[in-house]
């Protein structure tokens, strides 16, 4: 074998293995992730947190083509020798990583969404949700029982977030337009704050109505935001010194409650506004389909107790 044959065939073993090790890594989060959710439903809210640093770790492998043939044009130059690896096996060698790797992120990511689909059905109604008492932009009473009727999305957040909050509320108005043109529904959409200490119902009103006319503000005592956090397995934390400069880190979900007050599924940040809206009209026609069948299984219960008290009073006549 020639010099240049053995190089290519090295360089494309030594990226394949690369490639292969890359996606091992990348995947090892997610699976422990998975695992742990089901054997405790309420962790399985951790893959929605895992997306974003495995994504990002996978576009700086993509970088490592270019590096590589950087290396190796500065390393020829810098000798004055010849290089034994020519441009062209270079840009070939290259293209079989980059195959590899573009191989490699289709199959991570039609793994994660199947993680992702399997731990949202194993989260229970009993391990997310439960009765809090806040109050809304109005300065009224507002409780878990304020949400039966119909379908109701949340999303805990705080009136001084810079971006993140912001952009998901967009996000969620967008999808609420899409739902109520393409289903006729209206979902409720409740906006929860972290930051008691300065979202007064005041500001949470001039907040909410920047993103929707339907959205609800909630706000509340240090104490009830906290148990309603807890409830939702929300994670939020104050960050800074400051009293009154300050962030709060938090987790990035939104929560689908169905009309009878019951968790449904969660959304994370990598939902997109179509998605989201797509997700939440199948919930909707799903409950639409069981209310139904719930309807005329008690009809019929009905019709069978009636025919069966007739029967029986014409037995003792």
Known sequence: MSLRR?????????????????????????????????RQPARSLQLAHAQDAAWTRLAMVRGFAAEAGQAAAASGKGTGKKSPITFNSMLLGVGCFLAVVAVAQNKAQQKVEGMMQRSQEVVGKAAVGGPFTLTDQDGKPFTNENLLGKFSVLYFGFTHCPDICPDELEKLAEALDTIEAEAKYQVR?????????????????????????????????????????????????????????????HSIIMYLIDPAGEFVTFYGKNFTARQLADSIMQHIAKWGDSSAAAQEAAAAARLKTGTAGSQEGLAQR
Do not use: M, N
């Open 6 to 38: 053995q190089a290519l065939a090295t360089g494309r073993l030594g990226l394949r293995a690369f490639a292969e090790t890359q996606q091992q890594q990348l995947l090892h989060p997610w699976q422990q992730a998975a695992a742990a959710a089901w």
């Open 189 to 249: 959409p409740v906006f929860i704050s972290v930051d008691p200490q300065r979202d007064t119902p005041k500001a949470v009103k001039a907040y909410v109505k920047e993103f929707h006319p339907r959205l609800i503000g909630l706000t509340g005592s240090e104490e009830a935001v906290k148990a309603c956090s807890k409830a939702y397995r929300v994670y939020f934390h104050k960050t800074g010194d400051s009293e009154t400069d300050y962030l709060v880190d």
